[in-house]
């Protein structure tokens, strides 16, 4: 079964500051690696990652995908009490044409003034 | 355009009870997919509609069910309502095809006492 580890499962840190948010996953077939924003309910798509070592980036926030230590990272520089959310990351099941996304718990940032 | 909307976004049930939750999928997606989230949790998949059928199914008992309309809306029913039934439950919609990037709805918020 497809496991998703995600941590730390919260974090508190000062605007300006950077994170890290880490995820490591357990899959038969890897196919790819998503990250979601979660403000109040509805998560958000962020980045999915293919291939190691390519880094994503939009604004302040990146991603990088380790396939060989089954790890991504996903990195937020300069806070801001707007990034306040659950960072849930997901991998989509093994094989065929459905689509089940595994979910990790999430990381709980909260970002003060 | 509209996204993916949820209706109601609030309920209170009793155990034992039944509960209907709908779900209107993005515009010009066809495929609909269903999540619980447990407080603290990440979200869970339930089983995903498309042509009207149920292609995929997760971990969960035959309490639940579900329907896909023509107009490729959804809805989730649960039968014998317990307390663990309590969640955020979210509908996702995507492209047959095109599965890796889901629109997530702000989801329904089921209380069971």
């Known amino acids: 079964e497809d496991k998703v580890v995600q941590s730390p499962l919260s974090l508190v840190v000062h605007e300006g500051d950077t994170v890290t948010l880490n995820c490591s996953y357990e899959?038969?077939?890897?196919?790819?690696l998503l990250w979601y924003k979660q403000e109040k309910k509805a998560p958000t798509f962020l980045f999915m990652l293919?291939?190691?070592?390519i880094e994503k980036k939009s604004g302040r926030l990146s991603s990088i995908l380790d396939k060989k230590e089954l790890f991504s990272i996903l990195n937020i520089t300069a806070t801001q009490t707007g990034d306040s959310a659950v960072y849930l990351c997901?991998?989509?099941?093994?094989?065929?044409?459905?689509?089940?996304?595994?979910f990790g718990k999430g990381t709980l940032l909260t970002v003060n003034p | 355009d509209a996204g993916v909307t949820q209706s109601p976004t609030h309920l209170i049930k009793t155990r034992g009870q039944q509960v209907t939750l709908r779900c209107s999928p993005k515009?010009?997606?066809?495929?609909v997919s269903w999540y619980q989230q447990a407080l603290g949790q990440g979200p869970q998949f339930i089983f995903q509609?498309?042509?009207?059928?149920?292609?995929q199914r997760g971990n969960f008992p035959d309490r639940f069910s579900g329907h896909q309309f023509p107009n490729y809306s959804s809805e989730l029913n649960v039968n014998a309502l317990l307390l663990g039934d309590s969640a955020l439950y979210l509908c996702?919609?995507?492209?047959?095809?095109?599965?890796?990037?889901?629109?997530f709805g702000s989801g329904t918020q089921l209380s069971v006492l």
């Open positions: 515009s010009g997606h066809d495929t």
């Open positions: 899959v038969t077939n890897f196919r790819s």
């Open positions: 997901a991998v989509p099941n093994s094989g065929g044409s459905n689509y089940k996304l595994t």
């Open positions: 293919t291939s190691s070592g």
């Open positions: 509609y498309y042509e009207e059928e149920e292609r």
């Open positions: 996702a919609s995507s492209l047959l095809g095109q599965n890796e990037k889901l629109f």
